[in-house]
């Protein structure tokens, strides 16, 4: 079992990320990826240049891994990988990306979509978007919280 | 008694998010000596000019990197933070 969650201040290359990741994930019957990319335009339509992620330093990684190791705790995975960005990410570029690994693709399908739910809501992030006509913080939606809930046991 | 400390004193408080914005990065503080509650160290902090938006219920905190509920003890050399709600990734 590989669980890995790193947060990087640089770009992520997600050609090279994936190539790895299949390299480690010999023998496995399924690989499922998920690619978060910024947004160029908000909720009404206005352009934004660039999403900015406010991160607490040591309490943000923590809040990875910790997801990273309940997804792969969760689910029948022999492979999780959790890539993430902070800093300033310029529209169209790769805010998150996420991997898993299974026998079979049930498994590798359930733990990405629950990766991605928990990373909504739980991971010590603040974005804030940039937008031509100045930034504006992002709170949590009540469809975040909904999705989060479809998790609950 | 919570006052604000100079730069060379005190302990650090630490703001992230919306909050941030609203009374800076961080700021440093003179705790009690037997410490006080976070929910205390909010409403006397928030009592202090800049600090008003610390009282706004959405207000998270942390101690020692774990969230925290505002009964919950702090002293002198913790690392203590109050920051918005997360947004996530």
């Given at each position: 079992?590989?669980?890995?969650?790193?947060?990087?201040?640089?770009?992520?290359?997600?050609?090279?990320?994936?190539?790895?990741?299949?390299?480690?994930?010999?023998?496995?019957?399924?690989?499922?990826?998920?690619?978060?990319?910024?947004?160029?335009?908000?909720?009404?339509?206005?352009?934004?240049?660039?999403?900015?992620?406010?991160?607490?330093?040591?309490?943000t990684e923590a809040s990875l891994q910790a997801i990273a190791d309940e997804g792969a705790r969760r689910f029948d995975v022999s492979q999780v990988?959790?890539?993430?960005?902070?800093?300033?990410?310029?529209?169209?570029?790769?805010?998150?990306?996420?991997?898993?690994?299974?026998?079979?693709?049930?498994?590798?399908?359930?733990?990405?979509?629950?990766?991605?739910?928990?990373?909504?809501?739980?991971?010590?992030?603040?974005?804030?978007?940039?937008?031509?006509?100045?930034?504006?913080?992002?709170?949590?939606?009540?469809?975040?919280?909904?999705?989060?809930?479809?998790?609950?046991? | 008694?919570?006052?604000?400390?100079?730069?060379?004193?005190?302990?650090?408080?630490?703001?992230?998010?919306?909050?941030?914005?609203?009374?800076?990065?961080?700021?440093?503080?003179?705790?009690?000596?037997?410490?006080?509650?976070?929910?205390?160290?909010?409403?006397?902090?928030?009592?202090?000019?800049?600090?008003?938006?610390?009282?706004?219920?959405?207000?998270?905190?942390?101690?020692?990197?774990?969230?925290?509920?505002?009964?919950?003890?702090?002293?002198?050399?913790?690392?203590?933070?109050?920051?918005?709600?997360?947004?996530?990734?």
């Amino acid at each position: 079992m590989s669980v890995v969650a790193r947060l990087l201040a640089v770009p992520i290359d997600p050609q090279a990320v994936l190539g790895d990741f299949l390299v480690d994930a010999q023998g496995a019957g399924a690989v499922v990826t998920f690619s978060g990319l910024a947004r160029a335009t908000d909720s009404d339509g206005g352009r934004i240049k660039a999403l900015h992620l406010d991160h607490y330093p040591g309490m943000t990684e923590a809040s990875l891994q910790a997801i990273a190791d309940e997804g792969a705790r969760r689910f029948d995975v022999s492979q999780v990988l959790v890539l993430h960005r902070c800093g300033t990410i310029a529209a169209g570029e790769m805010i998150v990306f996420v991997a898993a690994a299974a026998a079979h693709r049930r498994a590798a399908f359930l733990a990405a979509d629950f990766l991605m739910d928990k990373l909504k809501t739980e991971a010590v992030f603040w974005k804030k978007e940039e937008g031509v006509d100045g930034s504006r913080w992002i709170e949590p939606t009540d469809a975040d919280r909904a999705d989060r809930a479809r998790w609950s046991e | 008694m919570v006052t604000l400390g100079s730069p060379d004193t005190g302990t650090t408080i630490l703001f992230f998010g919306r909050l941030a914005d609203q009374v800076g990065r961080q700021c440093k503080v003179l705790l009690p000596a037997g410490g006080c509650t976070i929910g205390d160290l909010r409403h006397r902090l928030g009592q202090q000019d800049g600090y008003a938006a610390l009282a706004e219920g959405t207000v998270l905190a942390s101690a020692d990197q774990r969230i925290v509920p505002d009964d919950h003890l702090v002293r002198s050399g913790q690392e203590i933070a109050f920051f918005s709600p997360l947004s996530g990734g």
